[in-house]
């Protein structure tokens, strides 16, 4: 019943469309159509020269072709295409065969023997490769027609014997897209194809040209993309082409060795000139490594690429991409790694004062020395010292990857990437801090390596800087010298770069709360006590000594003996730093005090499920209130919502899930009271304050359910359908609003149809969700649709306030993870009493920066907003390349805003805010949107649909005194 | 028999005083013109009686190769072509054209203004000898005459050293010249593509060396600099003008860049400022990160580098000094290094080997009182660190060269006969080529296969090529055809064509072969017996029984007849042309084999 009741609001829906004046105008399109052929036909016909039908067809090219016709010009095509006798137009007619064929809703089979025909009698090599590229397209519009493919793939093997590299190329391509995938497809077919594929292209692997080698190899690579098992006998073959003169093939073989080596890693293989056998995973890697060193970067990249992706390669060879064996006049020689290692384990720490410190030790028999066979003999070594620092980074990465995966050799390849803190490129040195910082809770830092590591403390770019106070928070130092070290370079930066103070402190946050013994018996040092004497206060403003104590308080935190060496303004001072930072100094148990917040226990852990069952409960006790009396409802709605919001400033981890709930049932509360409105009851004119309620409620509804869809990360689509039915409600609301304080019917046609549209839109884009939604108002509305579409809009309105009443409150589910999109405007702080003064009409940059947490896709949403004081407001797209991603979820905006205004008698502030931009048309919703049915209702959708687009301020605004002045003559 | 004669002049198995010679299909190229730098005499200069005995050099030369600006590798050249007459083509990169006079001119008024020497090259013949300069980019084609072309790489080691490659036809001989495999401040990598020359002469200076990474000696360096600065104490970095002193400027003035370092760096002499000028000037010589950034910012152009002035060492405050000469040996590096050793802030950095009896090899051997020039004693305080910047290919990069060129000969020089020994033997394991290390005045000869190009006619290339499966480039085709040699060309031509043109008669070769088979049978039932037989095995050809009682396998006949002694044996007659020779023979022994016994 349900079913033909939607029919028929289709059926009635279109019928409305169709009234349209864009819909006739399509329509008179079509009518031009079929002509369109026969004009192409004409065209053609007339055309005296080759130069003249190419001149056409090139004309021809440029317009799109409707599906229906597609058919018959192809015909007429086929017909020129076997009059024509210069190749160059045949070649033109193939591509276009190729062009239409791609068209949206076009089934190419019927078209198939006409183009495989055309091969027969073809002579030129270019038309011939045009022609193969065509049956390719077709051969991809037909997925689910295995005996076309095997046909497609047989004209293919025929032409494989071509004299031009470009036929033959094309041939590869073709078998490798269209080969049969599966084994017992291609026995029970024709007998020809039912060769295999595999066979057929690695005969080729040994062509005489260089790009039909590729194309071979590449062919390969793609089999194995659709799920065709490659065979292990490709290896050896595979292995030959890494000595290829050109660049092209080896760089495909790498990669085609590199899947090989997935596939079979276990299998074994002999090491030729020898007796011994080898892991294949383990050859490969050595194989893939010596490529590392390779005459072209291009190869070089793509090996060392590959390289971090083989992760069951045996720890043994690994170890060995570390080292270069190094010698010195035949004796074996140490690195200044070994050496630094060494003198450190010894105790002696002074490196290199002696000349022949790195003379060279016991003498190496010569024939044991292999100098380039070595295999994965130090490819690391050469990958990271490369000329190219695209291959610097890729090795970089390499490492990466196959340290976060052994914990042996991310020990090994420590040094190498503090070795590369030095590099000569920004880029080079700020991933290799990345990388270490990936991989450094495998890992604790020696002294020495820490001394290196904390040299680049100075850098002047801000984002080594940065990156590097991240790796300090998760390294772990062994000594407590280590910690004293660190902290001293960390003053030391502090004072050279006073604008790193917030990363410094929360970096020796981390510090402390990770190394408490170590930090203990630095205490008295660190705080300058005495036993006897009394030291003078320090300064509580200087940020080197909250620097100092935001160390100790962490630490302090799980070593209860600390607080003992405090002196007594260190707990004043302590006090003070808890409430004014604090999020950086945790609280602690001290002695003879209370703690701070009773609400905040120090121990959050076990208290973390309490919390998320009260959560759950009251949101239960909310959604079975249906039996309570209206005042009830209003009153529970708003304890919930108070609580929740409660609960979300308390527990951080929950804040997300708190505010987003919280939202939601403010907006049902809005909802309720808005519809507790007596206006109803009255006639429209006579109470226009509550209608001003009214109205500003449905308003309030739409603005929080943007907010719901777009601020929240991890929200999945059964929120986004419950966002969408509240907004719907929002928009019937605001309907029979307006209904009521209008008069007159003619603007009420208007939006009811706008109305019903959107309703359409709704089931279309949620229909898989619609049975979730039992009672609610859609479900009702949806029931009513037929008598909605046809009733009058006084009607409508009526009937949709009866439903709004009567649907019920929805439940929301509740996702894993919801995390509110946050900003935070660090710089500027909006403290400055010194107006920032320009001369009017020139512009000043104000440097903004920000960090923004859980903001996806922050490049494409995340604006500035300056409103000057006289309501101007002006709006800022940051440039993408001012995000950095310090972390996951974590963003940071370092900007300039340009400001300019004519000029003022005094100074004034403006206001600077960040905005999170939205547009419904990407919203969540569309994009989870199956794609066939998406590009059907494409064109049926109004375009008022498409472009809602917005902003939500998402940050708190800060001031900025300014001051233009007037320009001196 | 043709080859590859090649002749050290100097450089062979010893460093400085690179001169090789090289005669490749009958051209004779110079590769580098060195000088000595242990020697005052006449040895200081390659021996070039060698050449000049059979005429004039201009004669005998076709071209001069000069691979870099070093004087071991250019020092002799205006010696050469003005003293000893040399005025044909001489060619090196631009870099080096620009940068070489000035070393020279250098070189030249030390040992003449100097140590007061006569009979040397003067200011006017090195202008002269660089007017026959030809300038060459890198990867340009040089068409030195008709037959010999050369072609310069990329070699690292100094702004505009270049690897040569010398070919004349299909023969070819790469020179590498010094070169660098791995990158370093300045300059990039040494490269070169497959180009698969007879013989490969290589530098070997490192043979027996792997070198660790350079980051660490770099990293240390820096820091050694970066804590003497910090401490307030003063650096001294004695260094020669040219090479290395750039990268390391490059890479203090990077390192003060980037940590925002105030304390002042100077550079002495104004030999380095010249040539300073010239490294601005080509960038496309220097590596990635300065080709790449020098739109924005010229890298040789230094913000924290200024110009040296005697009254700058007597300043409070730390300061880094790069000095010459690298060796302390005198000079203002050793003016300065007497002013600073006193006191234990202080830093000297020898970036460099040290020759003995210099005070640089003094301090570094640990010396701690110095013997200076008047019977003073210097003590010596201040740290003394050494650090090796070497810009040449250790072992692994020498292979690494081999592997990209896949020579079939390589050639060692310019390194030590014992270290020598080790690579020859390595490399002869690794890549199974012949590897030679000749000594001074030996000449090495290596056989070569020439290809001899032949012209052959579009038809009969077709026809030829259609026989078979595809062609492969990489794999030699055998083809039928005649070899016409006719006023100094080749020509290959099809038989027929070539009868025409010679104006002979055709004759036909038949080989003809009797086959005595046991058979008690009539003849032709052993003709059909034969018959089936051959029908049975060969199968791919046609086999026919002729109405006359013969057999004919393709244009082969075959006939039998009765002996006429004994009637129980049958003799096979076959007879073939000599083009069916192949499967004549095949037949033939076939038959002789017998028939299969089972009869029906």
Redesign the interface.
Known sequence: MAAHLKKRVYEEFTKVVQQQHEDLSTKKLRLTKPSKSAALHVDLCKATSPADALQYLLQFARKPVEVESVEGVVRILLEHYYKENDASVRLKIASLLGLLSKTAGFSPDCIMDDAINTLQNEKSHQVLAQLLDTLLVIGTKLPENPSVRMRLVEVACKHL?D?SHGVRNKCLQLIGCLGPVEKGVAKEAESQAAKDVQKIISDHF?D?DPRVRTAAIKAMLQLHERGLKLQQAIYSQACKLLAD?YEQVRSAAVQLIWVLSQLYPESIVPIPSSNEEIRLVDDAFGKICHMV?D?SWVVRVQAAKLLGSMQQVSSHFLEQTLD???????RR?R???ERAKELYSSGEFS???????DAPKEEID?GA?????SGAC?AF?HG??????EVRIAAVEALCMLAQSSPSFAEKCLD?LV??F????EEVRLQSIHTMRKISNNITLREDQLD?LL?VL????RDIREALHELLCCTNVSTKEGIHLALVELLKNLT?YPTDRESIWKCLKFLGSRHPTLVLPLVPELLSTHPFFDTPEPDMDDPAYIAVLVLIFNAAKSCPTMPALFSDHTFRHYAYLRDSLSHLVPPLRLPGRKLVSSVVSPSITPHEDPSQQFLHQSLERVYNFQHLDPQGIQELLEFTIRDLQRLGELQSELAGMADFTATYLQCQLLLIKALQEKLWNVAAPLYLKQNALASAAAKQILEETYKMEFMYSGVESRQVVIIHHMRLQAKALQLIVTARTTRGVEPLFGMCEKFLQEVDSFQRCFISELPHMQGSFVDKLLDLMPRLVTSKPLEVVKILQTTLRQSTFLHLPLPEQLHRATANIIEPTGESDNPLRFTSGLVVALDIDATLEHVQDPQGTVKVQVLYPDGQAQLIHPKPADFRNPGPGRHRLITQVYLSHTAWTEPCQIEVRLLLAYNSNKSKASTRIPKSTWSESLEALPPSENGIEGTIPFSKPVKVYIMPKPARR | VSGVFCWGAGAGQDVGRSCILVSIAGKNVMLDCGMHMGYNDDRRFPDFSYITQNGRLTDFLDCVIISHFHLDHCGALPYFSEMVGYDGPIYMTHPTKAICPILLEDYRKITVDKKGETNFFTSQMIKDCMKKVVAVHLHQTVQVDEELEIKAYYAGHVLGAAMFQIKVGCESVVYTGDYNMTPDRHLGAAWIDKCRPDLLITESTYATTIRDSKRCRERDFLKKVHETVERGGKVLIPVFALGRAQELCILLETFWERMNLKAPIYFSTGLTEKANHYYKLFITWTNQKIRKTFVQRNMFEFKHIKAFDRAFADNPGPMVVFATPGMLHAGQSLQIFRKWAGNEKNMVIMPGYCVQGTVGHKILSGQRKLEMEGRQILEVKMQVEYMSFSAHADAKGIMQLIRQAEPRNVLLVHGEAKKMEFLKQKIEQEFHVSCYMPANGETTTILTNPCIPVDISLGLLKRETAIGPLPDAKKPKLMHGTLLMKDNSFRLVSPEQALKELGLAEHQLRFTCRVHIQDPRKEHETVLRVYNHLKGILKDYSVQHLPDGSITVESILIQATAHSEDQGTKVLLVSWTYQDEELGSYLTSLLKKGLPQSTP
């Open positions: 014997t004299s040994n005489q003169d060193s005459g270069k064996k190094l010698m010195s006049d035949l020689k690195t200044a790694h490196s290199g004062r002696k000349w022949g410190d010569t020395v292999n100098l380039i066979e130090g070594v990271l010292e490369d000329e190219m620092y190498f070795d590369m030095n590099d000569e490129i290196t040299a100075e850098d002047s770019s050279k």
